[in-house]
């Protein structure tokens, strides 16, 4: 089993940063494929980025490539999430996943956050 707990989540105004941690236990994630998540009020949860479990290969949504970065701390068994040049549609709820040795294509993930809120103002 694998925990994983969000933090770092606030009110931002657009054009600036925010950067979310998740925070692992019961598993080191090093061995885990890791993802981001988001949900806008009344849309469906869509996928943001991943890192691959072995090596650094990333992947993005097209709607945060070149504004978001994910990074990982496998000593600190934690993941990152860098958003800079953050947009009003970029307000949601993120949620940290973890896949055990998942490819970096996948968007099914084993195990889920409870989410942080992010509000991006005009």
């Known amino acids: 089993q694998v925990q994983l707990v969000e933090s770092g989540g606030g009110l931002v105004q657009a054009g600036g940063s925010l950067r979310l941690s998740c925070a692992a236990s019961?598993?080191?994630?090093?061995?885990?494929?890791m993802g981001w998540f988001r949900q806008a009020p009344g849309k469906e949860r869509e996928f943001v980025a991943a890192?691959?479990?072995?090596?650094?290969?990333?992947d993005y949504a097209h709607s945060v490539k070149g504004r978001f970065t994910i990074s990982r701390n496998n000593a600190e068994n934690t993941v990152y999430l860098q958003m800079n040049s953050q947009k009003p549609e970029d307000t949601a709820v993120y949620f940290c996943?973890?896949?055990?040795?998942?490819?970096?294509?996948?968007?099914?993930?084993?195990?889920w956050g409870q989410g942080t809120q992010v509000t991006v103002t005009s």
């Open positions: 890192i691959r479990w072995s090596g650094s290969l990333k």
């Open positions: 019961g598993r080191t994630v090093s061995s885990y494929t």
């Open positions: 996943t973890a896949r055990y040795r998942g490819e970096i294509i996948t968007r099914s993930y084993d195990y």
